[in-house]
């Protein structure tokens, strides 16, 4: 495994979670990581990315709840989630640029907030 995510859960919605998102040592380097979800019947979405230098992006559905950072030294990033809601449940996938145009996804963690 490359990429590995962690930190899923199930929680109450208002609840929070903080997921992982490590890449394997054997990665030189990360540019840019995000966070996507995929809940069942859906297609997966962005929900945030941040550059190396630490511009972020948010879907509008997730501003000022989740909140996205990264350590570049341990080729690592967060997605602290805030104020979860039942519609917040998916599959919450990482990604991460590690060749320019060449991206890695994680294994998924599963998210699931009842109301």
């Known amino acids: 495994v490359q990429l590995q995510a962690s930190g899923g859960g199930l929680v109450q919605a208002g609840g929070s979670l903080r997921l992982s998102c490590v890449a394997d040592?054997?990665?030189?380097?990360?540019?840019?990581m995000g966070w996507y979800r995929q809940a069942p019947g859906n297609q997966r979405e962005l929900v945030a990315t941040?550059?190396?230098?630490?511009?972020?992006n948010y879907a509008h559905s997730v501003e000022g709840r989740f909140t996205i950072s990264r350590d570049n030294g341990k080729k690592t990033a967060w997605l602290q989630m805030n104020n979860l809601q039942p519609e917040d449940t998916a599959i919450y996938y990482c990604?991460?640029?590690?060749?320019?145009?060449?991206?890695?996804w994680g294994q998924g963690t599963q998210v699931t907030v009842s109301s």
């Open positions: 040592e054997v990665i030189n380097s990360v540019r840019d």
């Open positions: 990604k991460a640029e590690i060749r320019p145009k060449f991206y890695l």
């Open positions: 941040i550059t190396s230098d630490g511009t972020t």
